[in-house]
């Protein structure tokens, strides 16, 4: 029996409608620059993260030496345990303050599309002069924030200056811009029916009860998606230390990524840098999947759990 012979990707293109035809056009230069300046500098950071390589002289392979020397490193251990603090405090504080200020306006008060706005235009402003803004904020003679404090008579700590206040106070930052997470939580309570809350006002249910049995069930998908977004971003600061701190003082916000960044573009260590990228790109995976594996038992799905 003859073979039937599968036409080549040139022959489909030919014989491909006059839409696909545009489609694969316009997505042409997508492709070019997604293998050129995405899959192959991951590709290369990968082979990189084997060897010793410092820019200028050739890679050299050294299998597992970069991994092993993690193990050994001070300042690796000081950078991930600065990444942790600041992911266990500002992750789950950060995403209660965006649904609480989602949930007062979703209520019905004058002017909430102005507060809507206003909470939600900090989140525009780039990281860099976010940075810069907060740097006089925390500024200890001139500052904003110890200002306020004097007029309540406390005298003010040193913010960025003191070890013990210095990842506090990036902290407090990071929940300026709790507005985009708000946003995403508000169009998710607008979603949920009126006529269960109604229902269930009628049956005698308070606020927190029909809160607890009804949006919360409801909106869980959109808070799973936040928590998951929110803790990879927080494993990923780094404009904050390199502008405002510098990762001091005492290392006590040589954050994560920002000990990489030293690593490849300061010590020019870029094979151990690679290695760091892609230790925290498996352990970003691995969070994922054990978050997106247990979510059945506390997130609700229209469709049944599956």
């Known amino acids: 029996m003859e073979e039937t012979k599968r036409p080549s990707i040139l022959e489909g293109y030919m014989n491909a409608s006059k839409e696909t035809k545009y489609f694969y056009l316009f997505v042409f230069p997508w492709i070019v620059g997604f293998l050129a300046f995405s899959l192959y500098p991951i590709l290369t950071s990968l082979y990189y993260s084997f060897t010793d390589y410092n820019v200028v002289n050739p890679a050299k392979f050294v299998g597992l030496k970069n991994y092993k020397d993690m193990i050994s490193d001070e300042l690796f251990w000081k950078s991930v345990k600065a990444t942790l603090y600041y992911a266990l405090v500002s ?4 995403l209660f303050l965006s649904l609480v200020f989602a949930l007062l306006l979703n209520m019905k008060v004058p002017g909430k599309r102005f507060f809507r706005v206003a909470m939600y235009l900090p989140s525009m402003i780039s990281g860099a002069a976010m940075s810069l803004l907060w740097v006089w904020i925390f500024n200890p003679q001139i500052g904003l924030a110890n200002y306020a404090l004097s007029l309540v008579g406390i005298k003010g700590p040193l913010w960025l200056l003191d070890e013990h206040w210095a990842m506090p106070s990036l902290i407090i930052m990071s929940f300026w811009s709790v507005g985009g997470g708000m946003v995403i939580f508000l169009a998710a309570l607008q979603g949920v029916p009126a006529s269960l809350r109604e229902a269930a006002t009628l049956d005698g249910a308070n606020f927190w009860r029909r809160f607890w049995s009804i949006t919360m069930p409801i909106i869980s998908p959109v808070f799973l998606f936040q928590l998951i977004m929110s803790i990879i971003g927080s494993f990923q600061v780094f404009t904050q230390s390199f502008i405002m701190t510098h990762g001091g003082p005492h290392y006590a916000t040589l954050f994560y990524v920002y000990y990489l960044y030293q690593n490849a573009f300061v010590n020019f260590n870029l094979g151990y840098a690679s290695a760091m990228a892609w230790l925290l790109l498996i352990v970003i995976m691995l ?16 469709g049944g759990r599956k």
Do not use: A, K
């Open 91 to 94: 992750v789950p504080v950060g």
């Open 287 to 302: 969070l994922t999947y054990v978050i997106m594996r247990t979510s059945n038992r506390f997130i609700y799905y229209e």
